[in-house]
């Protein structure tokens, strides 16, 4: 799975950033990044913090509220930011 999405990835940086050129070693590059999914999942499972569950779920405001729905993301870089919301 890894593997299929560094190729998908690759293949669309390389189609809109002119200067992208795929890693040297790309064999390595998935390896490093699937060793380290392994290394973060056993530590997650070692947590002897027990994780909940919490389920929400959109309720409609009172009479006479008007209720604001709202989210946003950024790329690490800084350079690229969005946000929406909705009434």
């Excluded at 999405?5 to 390896?31: C, G, H, K, M």
């Excluded at 392994?38 to 309720?59: C, M, R």
Aim: aromatic share 12%; charged share 20%.
């Amino acid at each position: 799975m890894t593997a299929c999405w560094y190729l998908w990835n690759w293949r669309n940086i390389s189609i809109f950033e002119l200067r992208f050129q795929r890693p040297s070693n790309p064999t390595l590059v998935i390896q490093k990044f699937t060793r380290e999914i392994e290394d973060n999942n056993k530590l997650v499972h070692k947590s002897p913090h027990q994780k909940e569950t919490i389920y929400i779920g959109w309720v409609r405001p009172q009479i006479g509220w008007v209720k604001l729905n709202c989210d946003g993301a950024w790329k690490g870089s800084g350079t690229l930011a969005g946000c929406g919301g909705l009434l």
